[in-house]
């Protein structure tokens, strides 16, 4: 394919994302194959999302395989149509949809029910047992889709809440729940599910901050706060409460104030929750009066009276 032919096509991708892929068609990407041609590659959250798009002929050249599970007498062929004919289309990445009955899906659905129940009972290494179970089969047959997101997220909670049998064990625990919570914020990522993704990240930012490692808990959590900031209806404090508690941690009482102030801002300083941003406010003071003597012991005279 030459330069320019990849170009256009990529400009192609780039228009059909900017027209078609957000929550109101159910369309949540759009990428090139990895085959030569390229052809657009569509994921859809839903069987009927494929309607909501009017015009293929706009991307007429560019066939579209779709990321849904297609049932296996639906023929398909380019152009993102389906036909009742006997003519095999082109090769179809298969994203099993919420609905679908095969065995392998009632198989992960299962395993996930399992692992919650013994999750309840506080039944750990079974929760864990089924959870991977059930990781393992939707890793093969919805990949993109949020029963994977929520199969890493329980494997986290699973780890997270799991007793330390020995000294050092409940470090490793929480890395361990860390990587399977990347997992989900991937997954979260690919899906375009922005809602669950917000929250989410500014819980990853607390699993970081448990194990000390404040720097990236505050990478996590002023993206989540990004997200809130500019979301619709009614805010959170915690995002701003989280990152001004990462800027504390690190010493950075300037951001870490300057963070509170903007939250009273977006979310007012009076209302019940408002209290946890008045409450880390105090623990900013608290640091300063810290620095403040500490300075005045420093400047003080050796011979003079002491600072009480």
């Known amino acids: 394919m030459s330069q320019s032919s990849e170009v256009d096509l990529k400009a192609k991708v780039a228009e059909f994302t900017r027209l078609y892929v957000n929550e109101k068609t159910g369309i949540v990407k759009a990428d090139l194959t990895s085959e030569n041609p390229p052809k657009l590659s569509v994921w859809v959250s839903d069987w009927g999302a494929m309607q909501k798009v009017p015009d293929f002929n706009n991307y007429e050249g560019i066939a579209l395989t779709w ?3 297609i049932p296996e007498e639906m023929p398909f062929v380019g152009g993102g149509i389906f036909v009742n004919a006997d003519e ?30 013994y999750l309840a009972v506080d039944k750990y290494g079974m929760a864990g047992r089924y959870t991977l179970k059930a990781i393992a089969l939707l890793e093969v047959i919805r990949p993109l889709n949020k029963d994977m997101a929520d199969a890493y997220h329980q494997m986290c909670d699973i780890l997270s809440l799991k007793p330390a049998r020995k000294k050092g064990e409940r470090r490793q625990l929480d890395l ?11 997954v979260l990522e690919g899906i375009g599910n922005v809602r669950e993704l917000r929250g989410n990240l500014t819980n990853l930012g607390s699993f ?11 990478i996590r959590e002023l993206r989540g706060l990004d997200m809130e900031r500019t979301s619709a209806g009614e805010k959170s404090v ?4 989280h990152v001004a508690g990462c800027y504390l941690a690190l010493g950075r009482l300037d951001e870490a ?15 019940p929750m408002s209290g946890y941003l008045w409450n880390t406010l105090a623990n900013i003071t608290q640091a300063r009066a810290e620095q403040y003597r500490k300075r005045a012991e420093v400047l003080v005279p050796p011979n003079s009276c002491s600072i009480a």
Not at 89 to 96: D, K, L, Q, T
Not at 176 to 186: G, M, N, P, R, V
Request: overall charge positive.
């Open 238 to 241: 915690s995002p701003w409460n």
């Open 88 to 117: 095999p289309g082109p090769p179809i990445r298969r994203n099993h949809a919420d609905s679908c009955k095969c065995a392998k899906c009632q198989a992960a659905n299962q395993a996930l029910e399992k692992a919650k129940a």
């Open 208 to 218: 970081y901050y448990r194990i000390g490692d404040y720097q990236t808990a505050l």
């Open 257 to 271: 104030e300057a963070t509170i102030r903007d939250g009273f801002g977006h979310c007012g300083d009076s209302t």
């Open 67 to 69: 990321g849904f599970h």
């Open 176 to 186: 361990e729940a860390i990587a399977w919570y990347e997992k989900a914020i991937t």
